[in-house]
């Protein structure tokens, strides 16, 4: 079983930064693909990046160039930098975590980008 915690939520300006953590705990030997999804009110689940255990990356066009995913193999940590946010950036962001065929999410945690 393993366990998100998100953090790092909140408001921002546009054109501002902000930086989404996720941490993860439990009984596990090792984490496959973490990433973050983003669920707009009225609006399906989506991606916003991913990076797999070869720290690979993978970013929706709506975002690349803005947006950096990052990892801590160490600590069981994934982040994302948010950079250049728009106000169409704002969703509930979800951790997400993959270990063999399991799939984990977080509780989600609320970005809203506004003046």
């Known amino acids: 079983q393993v366990q998100l915690v998100e953090s790092g939520g909140g408001l921002v300006q546009p054109g501002g930064s902000l930086r989404l953590s996720c941490a993860a705990s439990?009984?596990?030997?090792?984490?496959?693909?973490m990433g973050w999804y983003r669920q707009a009110p009225g609006k399906e689940r989506e991606l916003v990046a991913l990076?797999?255990?070869?720290?690979?990356?993978n970013y929706a066009d709506s975002v690349k160039g803005r947006f950096t995913i990052s990892r801590d193999y160490a600590k069981n940590t994934v982040s994302l930098q948010m950079n250049s946010s728009k106000p169409e950036d704002t969703a509930v962001y979800y951790c997400?975590?993959?270990?063999?065929?399991?799939?984990?999410w977080g509780q989600g945690t609320q970005v809203t980008v506004s003046s």
């Open positions: 997400h975590v993959q270990v063999g065929s399991r799939i984990y």
């Open positions: 439990g009984r596990f030997f090792g984490l496959d693909t």
């Open positions: 990076i797999t255990g070869r720290s690979i990356t």
